[in-house]
């Protein structure tokens, strides 16, 4: 059977049912879609025999940027670094653990086109972050294409604030201004999920939804779609550490942006200009095909005349087609 809606990740689609048959999935690999289709989340052991010893050497080489004692069991572990962005940079572990090949392949078979991972976020401790769903920071056109996985680096007490999410939310409708009635595009915010918060915890409450915690084990990894409703519980006590990466994955040919400060009704898309952690090369704005070339990036140099005609060409064909920012 031939997919007739490819602009919906496979294991989003309402056509899954029909089309799983068709996969070629393993036992697991169906395990796994299953979860997704129906829950929006899916838990597996992480690939990689040498993962031991990469979380001792992530935990090292990322300890000292932490500012806390993390030998002394007495420490307050909260009070320092609590997240570190984008150490797949400077740290070849984290870089492999998101670069890993079967994940990769797993996440380009769940969702049907070609998966890369964007960026990495390490947390010694909790997060302890109300429900909110990745979409809107990051979301592409088509939608839904984009994941994080999250993975366990030690495992998780009850008392170190574990990672909760609400099982079935990924069904809700996707979070955007025009839902809530703002405008994003231009605008400033503390925190890119603050405007969504009433309308997250309102249907929290009118679907009676209750969240689920997830008590990892070491080596234990968690994907979430992108409009899964997730977060981090209440720390109860802070001596405790909870290690963990996670890595947000986008799929190739799409628009990717930033929806809290995007407009898409009228084309304002806040782009992202992304390059993919694997193999370190951009990834331009693709529709069906073909590169979509979005502003330039402040503080660049003025784009040459050659170059500026022909993204205009570009651009003026995806506004005629309808699409991009005007
Ligand atoms: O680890 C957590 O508590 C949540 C992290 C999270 O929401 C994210 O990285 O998107
Ligand atoms: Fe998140």
Redesign the pocket.
Known sequence: MINPLSGMPLIESPLFPALKEFQGFTAEEERIAASLYEKGYAVFDFPDVDIDARIDRIKGNLSSRCGVNFDDPQSDKTIGERRIQDAWTFDEDVRAIASNEVVLDLLSRLYGRRAFPFQTLNFPVG?Q?EA???SV?FSSLPERFMC?VWLAMEDVSPDAGPLFYHPGSHRWPIMTNLLIGRRGYGSELDSAQDPYGPAWRSLCEANHSQAETFLAKKGQALI?CANLL??GSCQTDTHLTRWSQ?THYYFEDCIYYTPAFSDEAIGRLHLRNLVAINDKQPRPNSHLGEIVLGPPPESVRPISLKRRIKSKRILTAALRAGHLPG
Do not use: C, F, M
């Open positions: 997060t972050q909110h769903s990745d920071h994080g979430w997730h977060g996670v």
